[in-house]
């Protein structure tokens, strides 16, 4: 299987950001990293090989939906999951499906944050590269 997973959480509310590192690291044994607004979620996205990014939307400096238009503009396929305070849009939705990841509303349920964490990184490790992407 894999390694050290490592995981990078684009999130501005500290605290949560804090309390999701927590418990990834204490109940998945994940090596996380924090950035507190989209400019510096974008570099560490771009310069760190991170296996899952947690992404919030409505971010300082750089929007959510922005960082994961130039990641995937880079060849960037690592698997996002959104964090939104808000219901998905149709624009959200339709990012989502052509890239295969996930979104989560908040508040939410910490045991189902690890699981879907968990679950998108299985499912990027047998299947990395999106339909009709790279050879």
Request: glycine share 6%; proline share 5%.
């Amino acid at each position: 299987m894999l390694g050290t997973v490592r995981v990078l959480i684009v999130e501005d509310e500290i605290r949560l950001a804090r309390n999701v590192a927590k418990a990834l690291t204490e109940t998945a044994s994940f090596a996380v990293d924090i950035a507190t607004d989209g400019q510096e979620g974008l570099h560490q996205a771009l310069d760190n090989p991170y296996e899952l990014i947690l992404l919030d939307l409505m971010l300082p400096k750089v929007r959510g939906l922005e960082i994961l238009e130039r990641l995937r503009h880079e060849g960037n396929h690592v698997p996002v999951l959104i964090l939104t305070a808000r219901e998905p849009t149709n624009n959200i939705i339709k990012q989502l499906n052509a890239e295969r990841d996930d979104c989560l509303t908040k508040p939410f349920d910490m045991g189902e944050l690890t699981a879907r964490c968990q679950a998108l990184i299985r499912r990027h490790h047998d299947n990395p590269a999106p339909s009709g992407v790279g050879a």
